[in-house]
C-alpha cells in the first residue's frame, strides 16, 4: 500500500532542511548588504567596460575592432589553440599554424592562462565571443582589483578609492591597449601581486612588542607563517600573470623595485628591521616560481622555434614628451591631430593630458600624512616616465638627439622584450595612488579642501573619460569552414592550406582555424618566430615560391605564366607544408585569377559550398 502523503520522519527532515536553506539565504543577503556600496562600484565598472566594447557585441563574429583588426585576429587564434587545452590537444610548440615548423606559444603573447579560463565560451560559442568578453572583462578587472586594493590597503574611503580604481582600469592607456592587446590590459592579478608584496613586508617587520605583564617594549619576531604564506600566493600569481602576459609582469616588477628602494631610503629603520626576512621571503616566492616556470621560460627562450631577443626597435616604440600633456584621441576631449604624436592607436599609453599633470602634482604636495608612500610614488613615476621616452628624446615629432635613460638598460636581456612606451602604463597606478590620497584626506576633513579636492580631481579625470572603440564590420568566414565541409579533405590535425596564404598583414586566413576552434594547421602566418639574421626574432616566416606567386596574383590579379617549373615547385611545396587540401574562398581577392593559377598547378578543382579544393 502506498501513499502520496509524506511520513513524520520525511516532513521532518524537509523542515530540516528548509531551516538549513533560510540560514544561508540570511547569510548570503547579509553579505550582499554588507558589501553593497562594492558591489554597484563593481557593476558600474562592468557597464562602462561594456559600454566601451559595445561596438562588438551585436555580433562578435562579423564585427572588428577598426584600428587594429589584424591583431584581433591573431588573438582569436590564440584563444581558440589555448581552448584545445580543454580537449587534452596542447603543447608549447603547438603546429597548428607555419606547418611543419610550428610555433613556440611560450614566445607569443598567447595568453594562455586566460584562453584556458574561457576555453568552454571559445568551445561553445566561438574564438569572437572569447575575445569580446576579455577586452571587456579586462578593463573591468583592473578597476575592481585596484579599487579593492586602494580600499583595503589604504584604508581610502570608497570615493577615493573608486576614482583611483577606475583611472587604473580605463585610463587612456588601457582603453587604447584595448585595441587587440589583451596581454596588456589583463592587469588584475597586478594589484594582487602589490597586495602579497606589501604582506610580505609586513609580515618580515619584527615591529615593537609590549608585553602586558611587563610594560617593557621590546622587539618582536617576524610572522613567519604569514611570510610563508605570502611568499606561496605571491609565488603563485607571478607564475599565473607570465602565462597571461609577461610585459606586464616586468614592468610591475620594475615599478615595485623602484618603490621598494625609494621607501627604504625615506625609512632607513624599517628597511634595516625587515631586510632580512623580506629577502628570504623573497627567496621562497622565487624558489616556488622556478618550480612551475623553470621549462616554459627555458622553451621560450631555448626550446623550439624560441627567441632570445626583442623583435621591435626601442628607438620606434619611444614615447614623445609632448604626449605627455596630450589627451588621447579615444578620449572625450581628445582630438585625432594627437594620434601623430605615437605610433598607433594601441599605443596611447602617456596621453594623461596636462589638467591631470598639474592635479597629480599638487596633490602629491599636498597628501600629507603619506610622506614615505608619495616619496616612492613620485620616484617611481618620474623613472618610468622616463625610461618611456626611449633611448633618445623626441618632442613633437622631432628627434632631439639627447640621450634618454632608457638608453642605460637598452640592450639588456629581457629588456628589449618591453616597448619603452609601454612603461608609461605604470604611471596610471601611481598617479591613481597620489589621487586617492589627497581626495581620502580631504573627505576626511572638514574645512573647504573636503569638497574643492575631490572637484578638482573629477575635473582633471573628466577630459580623459574614454569613448567606445570603434569598430566596424568584417567579411564572414566561408561556410566551407563554419559548415564543416572541410572535413572531407582535411584530416583532424591535417594542413589546410588557403589561398592567399595569412601573413602579418593579411592575417584573415587565420579566421578560418579560429572558426574551426583551431581543429586544422595553416602555414606560414602571423606570429614571432626566429626568422630574423642570424635566427633572431621576426615577425611571421619565409614564403615559399607557391606561396609567394599566390600572393602576387592575389594582390595585383595578373595571370602569371605556368609552367612546368611552377608545377614542380607546387607540389614541393605542398609537400613541404604536409598539406592536403589547397582551398579557395568565392571572396578572396582577384578570386578568378587565383582560381585558374591553382588549377594550372594542380589540375581540376571540386566546388565544395563556397569554395574551391584541390587534394594534393
Same mark, same amino acid.
Request: contains cysteine; aromatic residues 8%.
Given at each position: 500500500?502506498?501513499?502520496?502523503?509524506?511520513?513524520?520522519?520525511?516532513?521532518?527532515?524537509?523542515?530540516? *532542511?528548509?531551516?538549513?536553506?533560510?540560514?544561508?539565504?540570511?547569510?548570503?543577503?547579509?553579505?550582499?548588504?554588507?558589501? *553593497?556600496?562594492?558591489?554597484?562600484?563593481?557593476?558600474?565598472?562592468?557597464?562602462?567596460?561594456?559600454?566601451?566594447?559595445?561596438?562588438?557585441? /551585436?555580433?562578435?563574429?562579423?564585427?572588428?575592432?577598426?584600428?587594429?583588426?589584424?591583431?584581433?585576429?591573431?588573438?582569436?587564434?590564440?584563444?581558440?589553440?589555448?581552448?584545445?587545452?580543454?580537449?587534452?590537444? =596542447?603543447?608549447?610548440?603547438?603546429?597548428?599554424?607555419?606547418? /611543419?615548423? @610550428?610555433?613556440?606559444?611560450?614566445?607569443?603573447?598567447?595568453?594562455?592562462?586566460?584562453?584556458?579560463?574561457?576555453?568552454?565560451?571559445?568551445?561553445?560559442?566561438?574564438?569572437?565571443?572569447?575575445?569580446?568578453?576579455?577586452?571587456?572583462?579586462? &578593463?573591468?578587472?583592473?578597476?575592481?582589483?585596484?579599487?579593492?586594493?586602494?580600499?583595503?590597503?589604504?584604508?581610502?574611503?570608497?570615493?577615493?578609492?573608486?576614482?583611483?580604481?577606475?583611472?587604473?582600469?580605463?585610463?587612456?592607456?588601457?582603453?587604447?591597449?584595448?585595441?587587440?592587446?589583451?596581454?596588456?590590459?589583463?592587469?588584475?592579478?597586478?594589484?594582487?601581486?602589490?597586495?602579497?608584496?606589501?604582506?610580505? &613586508?609586513?609580515?618580515?617587520?619584527?615591529?615593537?612588542?609590549? /608585553?602586558?605583564?611587563?610594560?617593557?617594549?621590546?622587539?618582536?619576531?617576524?610572522?613567519?607563517?604569514?611570510?610563508?604564506?605570502?611568499?606561496? @600566493?605571491?609565488?603563485?600569481?607571478?607564475?599565473?600573470?607570465?602565462?597571461?602576459?609577461?610585459?606586464?609582469?616586468?614592468?610591475?616588477?620594475?615599478?615595485?623595485?623602484?618603490?621598494?628602494?625609494?621607501?627604504?631610503?625615506?625609512?632607513?629603520?624599517?628597511?634595516?628591521?625587515?631586510?632580512?626576512?623580506?629577502?628570504?621571503?623573497?627567496?621562497?616566492?622565487?624558489?616556488? %616560481?622556478?618550480?612551475?616556470?623553470?621549462?616554459?621560460?627555458?622553451?621560450?627562450?631555448?626550446?623550439?622555434?624560441?627567441?632570445?631577443?626583442?623583435?621591435?626597435?626601442?628607438?620606434? =616604440?619611444?614615447?614623445?614628451?609632448?604626449?605627455?600633456?596630450?589627451?588621447?584621441?579615444? %578620449?572625450?576631449?581628445?582630438?585625432?591631430?594627437?594620434? *601623430?604624436?605615437?605610433?598607433? +592607436?594601441? $599605443?596611447?599609453?602617456?596621453?594623461? @593630458?596636462?589638467?591631470?599633470?598639474?592635479?597629480?602634482?599638487?596633490?602629491?604636495?599636498?597628501?600629507?600624512?603619506?610622506?614615505?608612500?608619495?616619496?616612492?610614488?613620485?620616484?617611481?613615476?618620474?623613472?618610468?616616465?622616463?625610461?618611456?621616452?626611449?633611448?633618445?628624446?623626441?618632442?613633437?615629432?622631432?628627434?632631439?638627439?639627447?640621450?634618454?635613460?632608457?638608453?642605460?638598460?637598452?640592450?639588456?636581456?629581457?629588456?628589449?622584450?618591453?616597448?619603452?612606451?609601454?612603461?608609461?602604463?605604470?604611471?596610471?597606478?601611481?598617479?591613481?595612488?597620489?589621487?586617492?590620497?589627497?581626495?581620502?584626506?580631504?573627505?576626511?576633513?572638514?574645512?573647504?579642501?573636503?569638497?574643492?579636492?575631490?572637484?578638482?580631481?573629477?575635473?582633471?579625470?573628466?577630459?580623459? =573619460?574614454?569613448?567606445?572603440?570603434?569598430?566596424?564590420?568584417?567579411?564572414?568566414?566561408?561556410?566551407?569552414?563554419?559548415?564543416?565541409?572541410?572535413?572531407?579533405?582535411?584530416?583532424? @590535425?591535417?594542413?589546410?592550406?588557403?589561398?592567399?596564404? +595569412?601573413?602579418?598583414? $593579411?592575417?584573415?586566413?587565420?579566421?578560418?582555424? %579560429?572558426?574551426?576552434?583551431?581543429?586544422? %594547421?595553416?602555414?606560414?602566418?602571423?606570429?614571432?618566430?626566429?626568422?630574423? *639574421?642570424?635566427?633572431?626574432?621576426?615577425?611571421?616566416?619565409?614564403?615559399?615560391?607557391?606561396?609567394?606567386?599566390?600572393?602576387?596574383?592575389?594582390?595585383?590579379?595578373?595571370? /602569371?605564366?605556368?609552367?612546368?617549373?611552377?608545377?614542380?615547385?607546387?607540389?614541393?611545396?605542398?609537400?613541404?607544408?604536409?598539406?592536403?587540401?589547397?582551398?579557395?574562398?568565392?571572396?578572396?581577392?582577384?578570386?578568378?585569377?587565383?582560381?585558374?593559377?591553382? $588549377?594550372?598547378?594542380?589540375? +581540376?578543382?571540386?566546388?565544395?559550398?563556397?569554395?574551391?579544393?584541390?587534394?594534393?
Amino acid at each position: 500500500m502506498s501513499s502520496a502523503a509524506p511520513t513524520a520522519p520525511e516532513q521532518a527532515f524537509r523542515l530540516d *532542511r528548509q531551516g538549513d536553506r533560510r540560514p544561508r539565504a540570511a547569510r548570503l543577503l547579509a553579505t550582499v548588504h554588507r558589501h *553593497r556600496a562594492d558591489l554597484l562600484v563593481a557593476l558600474a565598472w562592468v557597464a562602462l567596460a561594456g559600454w566601451l566594447t559595445h561596438g562588438l557585441w /551585436p555580433d562578435p563574429a562579423g564585427r572588428t575592432l577598426a584600428l587594429n583588426p589584424e591583431d584581433q585576429t591573431l588573438y582569436e587564434w590564440f584563444l581558440a589553440v589555448d581552448a584545445r587545452a580543454l580537449l587534452g590537444d =596542447f603543447d608549447l610548440l603547438t603546429e597548428r599554424l607555419n606547418a /611543419p615548423d @610550428g610555433v613556440n606559444l611560450m614566445a607569443n603573447t598567447t595568453v594562455i592562462a586566460l584562453g584556458i579560463v574561457v576555453a568552454p565560451v571559445t568551445l561553445l560559442l566561438g574564438a569572437p565571443v572569447s575575445f569580446a568578453l576579455l577586452a571587456a572583462a579586462n &578593463l573591468a578587472g583592473t578597476a575592481v582589483a585596484w579599487y579593492l586594493l586602494l580600499h583595503r590597503m589604504l584604508r581610502a574611503r570608497r570615493l577615493a578609492a573608486a576614482l583611483g580604481g577606475g583611472l587604473c582600469g580605463f585610463g587612456p592607456g588601457m582603453v587604447s591597449q584595448t585595441n587587440s592587446h589583451l596581454h596588456m590590459t589583463a592587469q588584475w592579478l597586478v594589484p594582487v601581486i602589490v597586495w602579497l608584496v606589501v604582506r610580505l &613586508l609586513r609580515a618580515a617587520d619584527p615591529g615593537p612588542v609590549t /608585553p602586558p605583564e611587563t610594560g617593557r617594549t621590546r622587539p618582536g619576531g617576524p610572522d613567519r607563517r604569514r611570510m610563508v604564506t605570502s611568499a606561496a @600566493g605571491l609565488a603563485g600569481a607571478v607564475s599565473a600573470q607570465v602565462f597571461i602576459g609577461e610585459e606586464v609582469l616586468f614592468l610591475a616588477a620594475v615599478t615595485l623595485l623602484v618603490m621598494l628602494i625609494s621607501y627604504a631610503v625615506a625609512d632607513r629603520d624599517l628597511a634595516r628591521r625587515v631586510l632580512p626576512g623580506f629577502a628570504g621571503g623573497l627567496a621562497i616566492a622565487a624558489g616556488l %616560481s622556478v618550480l612551475v616556470l623553470g621549462y616554459p621560460l627555458w622553451f621560450q627562450f631555448a626550446g623550439p622555434q624560441g627567441v632570445a631577443d626583442g623583435m621591435f626597435t626601442p628607438a620606434y =616604440f619611444s614615447a614623445d614628451l609632448s604626449s605627455w600633456w596630450a589627451v588621447s584621441p579615444l %578620449s572625450v576631449a581628445g582630438s585625432a591631430e594627437a594620434a *601623430r604624436l605615437t605610433t598607433g +592607436p594601441a $599605443e596611447y599609453n602617456t596621453f594623461l @593630458g596636462w589638467p591631470l599633470l598639474l592635479v597629480t602634482v599638487a596633490c602629491a604636495i599636498w597628501a600629507g600624512r603619506h610622506r614615505r608612500l608619495v616619496f616612492a610614488c613620485v620616484v617611481a613615476g618620474l623613472v618610468m616616465g622616463a625610461l618611456s621616452l626611449g633611448p633618445e628624446v623626441v618632442l613633437g615629432g622631432t628627434r632631439t638627439a639627447i640621450p634618454g635613460p632608457y638608453a642605460l638598460i637598452g640592450g639588456l636581456p629581457v629588456v628589449d622584450g618591453a616597448l619603452p612606451m609601454r612603461f608609461a602604463l605604470a604611471l596610471l597606478p601611481i598617479v591613481a595612488t597620489l589621487l586617492v590620497l589627497a581626495v581620502d584626506r580631504a573627505l576626511r576633513g572638514t574645512g573647504r579642501a573636503r569638497r574643492l579636492v575631490p572637484l578638482a580631481v573629477g575635473a582633471a579625470l573628466l577630459p580623459i =573619460f574614454p569613448t567606445p572603440l570603434p569598430t566596424t564590420e568584417r567579411p564572414a568566414v566561408p561556410e566551407f569552414v563554419t559548415g564543416g565541409h572541410w572535413r572531407q579533405c582535411v584530416p583532424p @590535425g591535417g594542413v589546410l592550406v588557403p589561398v592567399p596564404l +595569412p601573413t602579418p598583414k $593579411e592575417p584573415g586566413p587565420m579566421r578560418w582555424a %579560429s572558426a574551426a576552434n583551431a581543429a586544422f %594547421s595553416l602555414p606560414e602566418g602571423f606570429f614571432i618566430g626566429p626568422y630574423g *639574421r642570424r635566427g633572431n626574432a621576426a615577425m611571421g616566416t619565409f614564403k615559399q615560391p607557391t606561396s609567394a606567386l599566390l600572393a602576387d596574383v592575389a594582390r595585383r590579379g595578373d595571370q /602569371p605564366a605556368i609552367g612546368e617549373e611552377q608545377r614542380r615547385q607546387a607540389t614541393v611545396d605542398a609537400d613541404f607544408w604536409g598539406a592536403s587540401c589547397v582551398a579557395l574562398a568565392d571572396d578572396a581577392p582577384h578570386a578568378e585569377s587565383l582560381r585558374n593559377t591553382l $588549377e594550372q598547378l594542380y589540375g +581540376p578543382a571540386t566546388r565544395m559550398a563556397d569554395a574551391w579544393i584541390w587534394r594534393v
